[in-house]
């Protein structure tokens, strides 16, 4: 079954800053999709921003960008010009395009912006 | 917005007793997913659905039975709520049209058995 780790439990940041999260899979896949998922105090879960893993082009979502890295199973989320509306839990997630059934995740990392 | 509602947002409950949540999508969805969520742990699944009267067991099944009778409700049933199910539930559906398969959440249900 494949794993999403991000081992970075928690990160902070100064405020107009950039930071990077990590996140690395494990998969003998060679389709896929990966996702980000930012959950604020509210805990409603926020799609930040998704990358199909066909797709050489790193994605980008306005201040939101990925490094993605297949060979590396690597799939990081660098956060330019940090605001304080983006202190929040993020996730990082893996889908295959070929099971409808689930999502795995990995277990979050805890995101503080300091001002 | 996905157009997702889940009820009730919040719940305290007996051990022993039956619970159901709702979930509830106004966008005709095929695929829903009910998920909960735990400290360390991420978001883990617990049944989902491929359509009406059509479902099956994800990760963490065990204690949780579902039903779909219509398109837009999805049920969750703890036939007998233990403490361990105190958490927080997550319905989602899957947009399989518009955004590549990007899966979407409500806003969450908590429940504490106590």
């Known amino acids: 079954a494949q794993t999403v780790t991000q081992s970075q439990p928690e990160m902070s940041v100064q405020e107009a800053e950039t930071v990077t999260l990590s996140c690395t899979y494990d998969?003998?896949?060679?389709?896929?999709?990966l996702f980000w998922y930012k959950q604020p105090p509210s805990r409603q879960m926020i799609l930040v921003i998704r990358?199909?893993?066909?797709?050489?082009q790193n994605a980008t979502e306005n201040r939101f960008s990925v490094n993605f890295q297949k060979a590396a199973k690597s799939f990081s989320l660098k956060i330019s010009d940090s605001q304080l509306g983006d202190a929040a839990m993020y996730f990082c997630?893996?889908?295959?395009?070929?099971?409808?059934?689930?999502?795995?995740f990995g277990a979050g990392t805890r995101l503080t912006v300091k001002p | 917005d996905a157009g997702i509602t889940q009820s009730p947002r919040h719940k305290v409950t007996e051990t022993g007793t039956p619970v159901t949540l709702r979930c509830h999508q106004t966008e005709n969805h095929r695929y829903m997913y009910w998920y909960r969520q735990d400290p360390g742990h991420g978001l883990r699944l617990i049944h989902y659905s491929y359509g009406v009267k059509d479902t099956d067991k994800g990760e963490v099944s065990d204690g949780y039975s579902v039903s779909r009778s219509k398109t837009e409700d999805f049920l969750l049933t703890l036939e007998s709520a233990t403490s361990s199910q105190t958490s927080v539930y997550f319905c989602?559906?899957?947009?399989?049209?518009?955004?590549?398969?990007?899966?979407?959440f409500g806003e969450g249900s908590w429940l504490t058995v106590v």
């Open positions: 990358q199909e893993a066909y797709k050489q």
């Open positions: 989602a559906i899957m947009d399989n049209l518009l955004s590549g398969n990007t899966i979407y």
């Open positions: 998969t003998s896949e060679s389709d896929y999709y």
């Open positions: 997630a893996y889908r295959s395009p070929g099971n409808n059934n689930d999502m795995r």
